[in-house]
């Protein structure tokens, strides 16, 4: 099977810029989270999309948004970037399953973003 | 706020010996989770541990938990150049279906 893939896997843009990043889960899994990596915060967590619903979401501005399709890949968008938004993205994808939340995740190689 | 706490935040030790981690959480967990994340790169995961469990085992890992504590510890054993990375807990709390990721414990093999 195919890992989790991420695009772009490096981005540079400017202050007040928009970005787009998207994920391509392991075929089979129906969840996909993101998260955010800094050196100062570590592993935060951005939000969940199960069967192309929002099922979780962490404590990010509304400038951070994301969606699932209907083959469960995923987008995250950032808007009006700032400074502090440079890390790296990192997709996860699971199966999901309903219960039990034995919930190992695979994690894609992750987009650098890096703000100016 | 953070769930999960690694201690130490950074580990040196000579290939051969046997690295120890520990994780501190604060609510109770339905599981607990390690992953290792080579430099800049995505996380793998390594093993997980059920709440009802005291000890699990794969290759050279070990992990345990103490419930009454709110603890885990990763023992690896025989340490190989490989094993340098940083190694990060994720706990699952009961009723919340988001994972938890502490901050890490940097560990460097020495040759």
């Known amino acids: 099977k195919a890992g989790v893939t991420q695009t772009p896997r490096y981005l540079i843009k400017t202050r007040g810029q928009q970005v787009t990043l998207s994920c391509s889960p392991i075929?089979?899994?129906?969840?996909v989270s993101w998260y955010q990596q800094t050196p100062g915060q570590g592993l935060q967590f951005l939000f969940e999309?199960?069967?192309?619903?929002?099922?979780n979401k962490g404590n990010f501005p509304g400038r951070f948004s994301g969606r699932q399709f209907s083959n469960s890949r995923s987008e995250m968008n950032v808007s009006t970037l700032e400074l502090g938004d440079s890390a790296l993205y990192l997709c996860a994808s699971s199966q999901g399953a309903a219960s039990g939340r034995e919930n190992e995740q695979f994690f894609g190689p992750g987009t650098r973003l890096t703000v100016l | 706020s953070q769930q999960g706490e690694e201690d130490p935040q950074a580990l040196s030790i000579q290939e051969g010996e046997n690295a120890t981690m520990n994780c501190s959480y604060k609510?109770?967990?339905?599981?607990l989770q390690w992953y290792r994340q080579n430099s800049g790169r995505g996380l793998v995961h390594l093993i997980l541990?059920?709440?009802?469990?005291r000890e699990k085992h794969s290759g050279r890992l070990r992990v345990t938990l103490d419930t009454s504590k709110k603890s885990s510890s990763l023992l690896i054993t025989a340490s190989r150049a490989a094993d340098t990375a940083s190694y990060f807990c994720a706990t699952v709390p009961n009723r919340d279906d988001k994972i938890i990721f502490g901050k890490g414990t940097r560990l460097h093999i020495l040759p």
């Open positions: 541990i059920r709440s009802n469990e």
């Open positions: 609510t109770s967990i339905n599981n």
């Open positions: 075929s089979g899994h129906r969840s």
């Open positions: 999309y199960f069967s192309e619903t929002q099922r």
